[in-house]
C-alpha cells in the first residue's frame, strides 16, 4: 500500500499531537514555503504527516498519484515508500514518526539505495 490521504478533521497543532501520541508516534514539526519541493526519495521508517495549514501534494512514485492534503488531513507515508513532495502555498505540518529516533536522526534516502540490502 502507497501513500494514502485521510480526511481527520482535527483543527489544531494541539489536537494533532494528541492524536499522534495516542498512535504512539513522536512529533516533530515542519513547514514548507509557496514553491518548496522534496525530490523523489525515501524513508527508513513511516511517518505521518498532520497538515495544519496551507496544501501539501505527495506524488506516489509507484501508483503515479499525486494526492492533495489540506489543513486537518493526515497523509500516511509507510516506509520504503518513494514519494515526493511539494507544497504550493504556505504550509504548517506536524510529522508524527514511530520511533524517537527516527524523529531525532530524520533524513531522506537517494531512490537509488531503496532495494540495496532489502
Do not use: Q
Not at 490521504?5 to 513522536?26: D, M, N, P, Q
Amino acid at each position: 500500500m502507497g501513500v494514502t490521504v485521510e480526511k481527520v478533521g482535527f483543527s489544531s497543532r494541539e489536537e494533532a499531537i494528541l492524536i499522534a501520541k495516542s498512535e504512539g508516534h513522536f512529533n516533530r514539526d515542519g513547514a514548507m514555503k509557496s514553491g518548496d519541493l522534496e525530490d523523489i526519495h525515501w524513508h527508513k521508517t513511516g511517518l505521518h504527516i498532520y497538515v495544519l495549514s496551507g496544501t501539501f501534494e505527495t506524488l506516489d512514485v509507484e501508483s503515479a498519484r499525486t494526492l492533495v492534503a489540506g489543513r486537518g488531513d493526515l497523509i500516511k507515508i509507510p516506509r520504503r515508500t518513494l514519494h515526493a513532495a511539494c507544497c504550493p502555498d504556505p504550509s504548517t505540518y506536524l510529522v508524527g514518526f514511530e520511533s524517537e529516533d527516527a524523529a531525532r536522526n530524520f533524513r531522506p534516502e537517494l531512490p537509488e539505495d531503496l532495494y540495496k540490502n532489502a
